[in-house]
């Protein structure tokens, strides 16, 4: 079947079609004003983007990694004593720690390696997750510091709240020590706990006063003075809060 050819001239196609069936395309003036538009928006949006993703990152890493150590240690507690009897490393070397490590959890916390790891010219046993993170023990195992990157460990204190949050593991302070201490946050104690989110513990003076110069916090609102960020997001149902003093 043959096509009708659209001729100009032709009143009824033109009533169809239109008397003027030229193209149009966009000028070159417009086409930038549309592009700088375009950035414009962009400048605008893609750091609030960024940010949120990164936040993003950090609030799942934290609740991973918080999750993982402690199902460990429960899994641990099946093999072993209550976690209040652990004991903890006779020595603040990597070599001692790393023993204590493979005692209470060998074969329950999934790591891509650990071993020792130099950091701030300092040997530390890290701990590499599989995900990229991070996390290196101190003081006998005690002192927990993790990062969602594992090159952030090497600035720790630069990238902590952003990058790096501290974690305690104290769950040997018996009932009769406890009053002993002002808790950094009222409702909180390390006592029969797994790993937790890093608070001050001080020692007060026999006469119950603070010690002179200490550093301490007894409620909510003094847990951004002291930067215990771990412990801010954590209380936050592991979300970063709207007043979150760390940029991203």
């Given at each position: 079947?043959?096509?009708?050819?659209?001729?100009?001239?032709?009143?009824?196609?033109?009533?169809?079609?239109?008397?003027?069936?030229?193209?149009?395309?966009?000028?070159m003036a417009e086409v930038l004003i549309v592009l700088?538009?375009?950035?414009?928006?962009?400048?605008?949006?893609?750091?609030?983007?960024?940010?949120?993703?990164?936040?993003?990152?950090?609030?799942?890493?934290?609740?991973?990694?918080?999750?993982?150590?402690?199902?460990?240690?429960?899994?641990?507690?099946?093999?072993?004593?209550?976690?209040?009897?652990?004991?903890?490393?006779?020595?603040?070397?990597?070599?001692?720690?790393?023993?204590?490590?493979?005692?209470?959890?060998?074969?329950?916390?999934?790591?891509?390696?650990?071993?020792?790891?130099?950091?701030?010219?300092?040997?530390?046993?890290?701990?590499?997750?599989?995900?990229?993170?991070?996390?290196?023990?101190?003081?006998?195992g005690h002192d927990w510091f993790f990062c969602t990157?594992?090159?952030?460990?090497?600035?720790?204190?630069?990238?902590?709240?952003?990058?790096?949050?501290?974690?305690?593991?104290?769950?040997?302070?018996?009932?009769?020590?406890?009053?002993?201490?002002?808790?950094?946050?009222?409702?909180?104690?390390?006592?029969?706990?797994g790993v937790e989110p890093y608070v001050s513990l001080?020692?007060?003076?026999?006469?119950?006063?603070?010690?002179?110069?200490?550093?301490?916090?007894?409620?909510?609102?003094?847990?951004?003075?002291?930067?215990?960020?771990?412990?801010?997001?954590?209380?936050?149902?592991?979300?970063?809060?709207?007043?979150?003093?760390?940029?991203?």
């Amino acid at each position: 079947m043959r096509k009708k050819l659209f001729l100009p001239g032709n009143a009824k196609q033109e009533k169809i079609f239109g008397k003027n069936n030229c193209h149009h395309a966009f000028t070159m003036a417009e086409v930038l004003i549309v592009l700088g538009i375009i950035g414009i928006i962009a400048a605008l949006t893609i750091p609030n983007l960024m940010g949120m993703y990164r936040k993003s990152v950090v609030e799942t890493s934290l609740k991973k990694f918080y999750t993982a150590v402690n199902q460990a240690i429960l899994l641990s507690v099946h093999k072993h004593e209550a976690v209040r009897f652990w004991s903890f490393a006779p020595e603040n070397t990597p070599e001692s720690i790393e023993q204590w490590f493979n005692r209470y959890f060998g074969g329950f916390f999934n790591t891509l390696r650990a071993g020792k790891y130099k950091i701030d010219g300092k040997d530390y046993f890290t701990l590499f997750f599989e995900d990229g993170s991070g996390a290196y023990l101190d003081y006998m195992g005690h002192d927990w510091f993790f990062c969602t990157e594992v090159k952030a460990l090497e600035n720790f204190e630069e990238n902590h709240g952003r990058k790096c949050f501290k974690f305690g593991f104290y769950p040997n302070y018996s009932r009769e020590q406890a009053p002993k201490f002002q808790k950094c946050y009222a409702s909180y104690n390390y006592s029969d706990k797994g790993v937790e989110p890093y608070v001050s513990l001080l020692n007060k003076n026999a006469d119950g006063t603070i010690p002179t110069g200490e550093r301490f916090c007894t409620e909510a609102k003094d847990l951004y003075t002291q930067k215990l960020y771990s412990k801010i997001i954590q209380l936050n149902g592991w979300q970063i809060p709207k007043d979150y003093p760390v940029k991203f």
